[in-house]
């Protein structure tokens, strides 16, 4: 009897203690899916190279191990979309299973070493089956017969892409097909270049376009958006290198590139009128011009952002918003300003936008009808206010401290180009006069 009370004390302490071991050992097991990115399908890429074909994957098992295998990149094919109405590319693998399989928490020294020497051979047949690819020509090349064109792959992206950068994504494409059109050695591929054309001869090239094109950080956010696909379609096998390795646009950040309005510039634009003007873009523009506001901001004033009292202007940047001290900016209203501003109309609540804009396109547009009727020839945007309102007051003697908390800088470091600009100016200045011959 004593023996069978030992027995159900044992039976009873098993019974409370495994629950508890399943537990933790899940929540094991949690954290190192977790770590190793775990795919919907309970699937995680092992190799290190996203070159490697076939690549070693493991999935994983309900009693607690991952079985290894290996997925083979077999090229692509075009394939009629009815819902798109068009060909759209698809890919080719083939799965092999290795019988291998993993600890998915291993918890003795031993199951370590068993999952150390099975990687180890599975990391070998791997290397042997990419040999055997190689050496029949398949795997790492695309397929001969292909005709997948790189420029419908970069609209295909676009036209599922989700994010706020989507204008500057589309330029991007713009500006690619615009460098091939214009770059004789390219025009060749005007009718379709696939992916395996795009080299790093190109990109060094395709570099030198855009910084002969735009200005500045314009050229390096294109080029970073076209890197963007570039990375995408090697992540997805429809490209083998990165033709962008190496290839940069280095830009001085302490260089004002943009153009800059002069005061007498800005009392010529004031004082100009065009046909079909649109009062609200008239009206906001001359409020970055003497705020130093981004469009972004400008957009989203309300009147409950003006302290009417005070004269002062508060806000938020949108640029900063949520991830810096200094996002919060305090500006002084002169009373030509205030009159700029106004007052909400009966009916309005605070609440109501200052400057009932239109799309970012439309005002810019605008703006170029304004400037070339006011006779400036130069290429102005809507941020070129935001650099004319910093030059000009540092140019009248402002301190750039408060040039800085004007324009809701957090150091002095994105300030100092402005300073720099100045003297550049006054270089010009000198320069201009006659040569002196003496």
Request: glycine letters at 6%; hydrophobic letters at 35%.
């Amino acid at each position: 009897m004593f023996l069978h009370f030992l027995l159900g004390i044992c039976s009873e302490y098993k019974t409370k203690t495994l629950p508890l071991q399943t537990k933790e050992t899940k929540n094991k097991n949690q954290r190192t899916m977790a770590k190793k990115e775990v795919r919907c399908d309970g699937t995680y890429l092992i190799s290190a190279d996203k070159t490697e074909n076939p690549k070693l994957y493991a999935r994983m098992l309900t009693d607690g191990r991952e079985s290894l295998y290996l997925e083979y990149y077999l090229g692509y094919s075009l394939v009629y979309n009815e819902a798109k109405d068009k060909n759209v590319t698809k890919v080719e693998r083939r799965k092999e299973p290795l019988s291998l399989y993993l600890w998915t928490a291993p918890r003795t020294p031993l199951e370590r070493q068993q999952n150390k020497e099975t990687l180890e051979l599975a990391k070998k047949i791997r290397y042997e089956r990419q040999q055997e690819l190689l050496e029949k020509g398949e795997g790492y090349r695309l397929k001969k017969d292909r005709q997948i064109d790189f420029i419908e792959y970069f609209q295909d992206y676009i036209d599922g892409y989700t994010k706020k950068d989507i204008r500057m994504m589309i330029i991007a494409l713009n500006r690619f097909k615009d460098f091939l059109k214009d770059t004789p050695e390219y025009t060749k591929y005007l009718k379709g270049i696939k992916p395996e054309q795009i080299d790093k001869d190109m990109m060094v090239a395709f570099t030198e376009y855009l910084q002969s094109r735009s200005v500045g950080e314009g050229a390096r956010s294109i080029y970073q958006r076209f890197k963007k696909v570039i990375h995408y379609a090697i992540e997805h096998d429809v490209m083998t290198k990165d033709p962008c390795k190496g290839v940069v646009i280095k830009i001085d950040e302490n260089i004002l590139r943009k153009e800059v309005l002069s005061q007498e510039e800005i009392k010529n634009l004031i004082a100009t009128h065009y046909d079909n003007e649109n009062p609200n873009i008239r009206r906001a523009f001359i409020m970055s011009l003497y705020c130093g506001l981004r469009f972004c901001d400008v957009k989203d004033l309300t009147f409950a952002n003006v302290d009417y009292s005070n004269k002062l202007l508060k806000f938020e940047q949108n640029k900063t918003k949520g991830h810096s001290a200094s996002s919060g900016v305090i500006i002084p209203l002169n009373d030509g300003i205030l009159s700029l501003i106004g007052q909400p109309k009966e009916g309005e609540g605070k609440d109501t936008p200052i400057f009932p804009l239109p799309s970012h396109t439309m005002c810019l547009k605008a703006l170029r009808r304004w400037v070339k009727r006011a006779g400036i020839d130069k290429h102005i945007t809507w941020h070129c206010a935001r650099h004319s309102f910093a030059v000009n007051i540092l140019n009248n003697g402002a301190n750039i401290k408060t040039v800085a908390s004007l324009l809701g800088h957090s150091g002095l470091k994105h300030t100092e180009k402005y300073t720099r600009a100045i003297d550049k100016l006054k270089e010009d200045a000198i320069n201009s006069l006659p040569e002196l011959i003496l």
